[in-house]
């Protein structure tokens, strides 16, 4: 069974908080080699939300919602490789939307995933850049209304 939550950080349990960073370091560390300090002190921020998606009872995706005062900034959005391909990313993606009422909400997109950023509201808003050598491109979605 699927399940998704988004929970403030001191609402993770131990297991939930390892796995997550397991998962986060599996993939941006390892699979994406991109040796850089994942753990950046924003985790535990008090308007922080961990968008966790299980199914049964493993993470299998994540992304991590930022209160940056006038904005939103939705991050560290990744998937366990067994998960792709189902419209799982919808999933976390719609979760943490649901979080990030009445401002903008803005993303460093990987730039091949633009076009799927775009197919939920986001909006090119800058150059392409280079993080640890991976093409992004910053990207904007404003409030409905």
Do not use: N
Not at 36 to 43: A, H
Not at 54 to 75: N, P, S
Not at 138 to 144: E, G, L, V
Request: charged residues 25%; hydrophobic residues 45%.
């Amino acid at each position: 069974m699927i399940t998704v939550t988004a929970l403030p950080f001191g609402a993770l349990d131990a297991a939930t908080s390892y796995a997550v960073w397991k998962l986060r370091q599996d993939v941006f560390v390892v699979e994406q080699q991109c040796p850089y300090g994942d753990l950046d002190g924003r985790d535990p921020e008090d308007g922080t939300r961990h968008v966790v998606l299980r199914e049964d009872d493993l993470v299998i995706g994540y992304a991590r919602v930022l209160d940056d005062a006038t904005v939103w900034r939705i991050g560290r959005v990744v998937l366990a490789p067994a998960a792709r391909g189902r419209g799982l990313a919808d999933v976390v993606m719609d979760t943490a939307l649901q979080v990030c009422p009445d401002r903008d909400v803005v993303i460093d997109a990987q730039t091949p995933l633009a076009d799927w950023y775009t197919g939920l509201g986001f909006t090119v808003d800058g150059e392409e850049f280079l993080d640890d050598g991976i093409p992004h491109l910053p990207m904007r979605r404003r409030p409905a209304g």
